[in-house]
């Protein structure tokens, strides 16, 4: 059985934690992980999480593999501005691609088929090979513009989901709001997790 390999963007909107909470579930399952991180997304990161991947792609691969303690079997970075990086072709595209958190200005590059960086260009690989796409959008409230461009990548297959938590499970921290939407994005790729207790197995303590 091959191992999955799936790439996840983090880009400059607020909601870095959900990006890096998804790193870790990614690398739990036993998936090849490319982590994409753009300019703006690295200074949010840096700002709502304390961490500083600032620097060469090989600095911040090493931070990356420090973090999350992995190896270069399973853990890959390339620079935003890499467009020589293996999957910005189609002969090698990944088995899934997440872009979580999404900004509205990447949203609206992808949705215009923009490939002015590593990210956007691998989204528009994924978009021509029919390949899993899911798209973590974070902003309120959401104006025309925003909204079109979301029904444009979804109308093209693209899975929507919204960091938004729901409150059925009964979240304790902050941390179980923030699983509760790592586990949907989970859901919409197909892959197993205990990140929330799902609608009907729930057990009121109230």
């Known amino acids: 059985m091959n191992t999955p390999h799936v790439v996840l963007a983090i880009t400059g909107a607020s909601g870095s934690i959900y990006g890096i909470r998804l790193a870790q579930e990614l690398l739990k399952s036993g998936a090849r992980l490319t982590i994409l991180l753009s300019r703006s997304g ?3 990161l840096k700002s709502e999480c304390g961490l ?7 600095t911040v691969t090493r931070r990356m ?7 270069a079997d399973r853990l890959s970075h390339y620079a935003a501005d890499n467009l ?3 999957i910005a072709s189609g002969s090698s595209a990944p088995d899934s691609f997440v872009v979580c958190p999404c900004s509205m200005g990447s949203l609206g590059r992808i949705a215009a088929g923009i490939s002015g960086n590593l990210i956007e260009r691998t989204a528009d690989v994924m978009l021509k090979e029919r390949r899993p796409f899911v798209l973590v959008p974070r902003e309120t409230p959401l104006h025309d513009i925003h909204l079109e461009n979301l ?3 979804s109308r093209m297959g693209v899975r929507i989901v919204p960091a938004m938590p729901a409150f059925y499970h009964g979240p304790r921290s902050l941390e179980d709001l923030v699983d509760f939407v790592v586990g949907k994005v989970l859901d919409s790729m197909g892959m197993e997790h205990r990140l929330f207790t799902r609608w009907g197995d729930m057990k009121r303590e109230w």
Do not use: M, N, T, Y
């Open 65 to 71: 593999r420090e973090h999350f303690s992995a190896g």
């Open 84 to 86: 020589f990086a293996p």
């Open 42 to 44: 690295g200074a949010v």
């Open 52 to 58: 500083q991947w600032e620097g060469d792609e090989a």
């Open 151 to 153: 029904l444009k990548l």
